[in-house]
């Protein structure tokens, strides 16, 4: 039973590197998001999805990109990695009316 | 606009007494609050919750209140266990314009418990 899957767990880039951070649930959920955990910032919502082909901006969307092909994967990309988007990242997913959320283990992102 | 707060970054507590971890929110159409538990190196995970028509809410050594008057949730963890000491964040939801529920999180508090 795997939950929610994140890879890599650790990822160092240079100013101005792309990648993408990947996200998998095996439960069926139609709600996945990514939020970015900060000092003293708590969790914040960077995007989410309520569905397949439905993407959504959350409160710090800036300098990412999603999207949703499947219910199974909502992979995060980076296009020009800036240090201010060092952080811990999360995904998580939840089933529609539900408030639960289920968290992936997380991706601690440094930008040099 | 923080609309969950989490004033206390930090708590000591001694094994076996009562941890109280506290919750303020501005919004009053928040509809469930919800606690999840963070230890280092992992994602948060689920612990406990409630809905905002009920004032109480129990599940073993974990007990949530609300005060809807005074827009206050706490968290009471008896007896406290050194298993217990993790980082607890308090969120908040409510139902959107595009029909879903949005979270809003607190910044934690991280909790130790001392053997």
């Known amino acids: 039973n795997a939950g929610v899957t994140q890879t890599p767990k650790f990822q160092v880039l240079k100013t101005g590197q792309s990648m993408t951070l990947q996200c998998a649930q095996d439960m069926n959920h139609e709600y996945m998001s990514w939020y970015r955990q900060d000092p003293g910032m708590g969790l914040r919502l960077i995007h989410y999805s309520v569905g397949a082909g439905i993407t959504d901006q959350g409160e710090v969307p800036n300098g990412y990109n999603v999207s949703r092909s499947t219910t199974e994967d909502f992979p995060l990309r980076l296009l020009s990695a800036a240090p201010s988007q060092t952080s811990v990242y999360f995904c998580?997913?939840?089933?529609?009316?539900?408030?639960?959320?289920?968290f992936g283990s997380g991706t601690q992102l440094s930008v040099l | 606009d923080q609309q969950v707060k989490q004033n206390s970054p930090s708590l000591s507590v001694q094994e076996g007494r009562i941890s109280i971890l506290n919750c303020d929110y501005t919004n009053s159409m928040f509809d469930y609050f919800l606690w999840y538990k963070k230890y280092p190196a992992e994602g948060p995970t689920f612990l406990i919750s409630?809905?905002?028509?009920?004032d109480k809410n129990e599940d073993g050594r974990f007990t949530v209140f609300l005060n809807k008057s005074a827009k206050h949730l706490s968290l009471h963890i008896v007896p406290s266990q050194p298993g217990d000491s993790a980082v607890y964040f308090c969120a908040a939801t409510v139902l959107n314009s595009g029909g879903y529920q949005k979270v809003t999180f607190g910044t934690g508090t991280k909790l130790q418990v001392i053997p």
């Open positions: 409630i809905s905002s028509i009920k």
């Open positions: 998580a997913s939840r089933r529609q009316g539900n408030e639960k959320l289920f």
